[in-house]
């Protein structure tokens, strides 16, 4: 079973999430939160695989939030937006974010996105990734972790860690990376989380900004 924090200052919004989440069969919601406070305090309790976290929020705002529970490990975080693109969600991406929710999404396309999280993909919406990522790449913002990197890459990254990073800046899934590399979905994981660890970044997405930034690809 998923286990799902929904973090929202709406709470029409956070019971239709509720509600169509119900209706998955494999997730369950284990709490809420109207801000981003509560939604770490409520993390750390709960300690639940996903948070559904909204980036615009009273006091304690969404990236706040998302860079606490990712710093503590807690959860992974799936950004809720309204396809603003404003930099509370370039602010979110860079604190560790896995990836995006748009709240007009179909119950399908939700269910599949808490799914595709809590198992490590953060591809979520590619074209929302992609576009996102082109915003960055006009504009870069240097102040988040991605940014400790720079230009230059790890010297210890392999040629097919290096295009598995390619593959992640052009928001690819993993299932879309294993098809392009001519390989399985279990060696792609295992080299995704390779190259998280040799960049020293939280996600894929922040990834996929160094890769951006590193011109590779």
Not at 79 to 92: I, K, P, Q, R
Not at 118 to 134: I, K, N, S
Not at 145 to 153: E, I, M
Not at 172 to 182: C, G, K, T
Request: charged letters at 25%; aromatic letters at 2%.
């Amino acid at each position: 079973m998923i286990r799902v924090l929904l973090a929202d200052d709406h709470a029409a919004i956070r019971a239709g999430l509720r509600m169509l989440l119900a209706t998955a069969g494999d997730i369950e919601v284990v709490g809420e939160a109207a801000d981003g406070a509560t939604a770490v305090a409520n993390a750390r309790a709960l300690r639940p695989d996903v948070v559904l976290m909204d980036v615009r929020m009273p006091g304690t705002d969404g990236v706040t939030a998302t860079r606490q529970v990712v710093d503590e490990g807690l959860a992974d975080v799936l950004v809720l937006t309204t396809f603003d693109l404003d930099e509370y969600v370039f602010g979110a991406l860079r604190a560790g974010a896995a990836g995006f929710l748009l709240k007009s999404a179909e119950a399908s396309d939700l269910v599949d996105a808490v799914r595709h999280v809590a198992a490590g993909d953060g591809v979520v919406a590619p074209e929302v990734t992609r576009r996102v990522l082109a915003e960055l790449a006009g504009a870069p913002d240097r102040s988040g972790p991605a940014a400790t990197t720079g230009s230059s890459l790890p010297a210890d990254l392999t040629p097919r860690e290096t295009d598995v990073l390619a593959a992640l800046g052009q928001g690819l899934s993993n299932a879309e990376i294993a098809r392009r590399l001519v390989i399985s979905e279990a060696t792609t994981k295992t080299h995704v989380s390779r190259v998280l660890a040799k960049l020293g970044v939280a996600s894929r997405v922040q990834a996929a900004i160094v890769s951006r930034e590193a011109g590779i690809v």
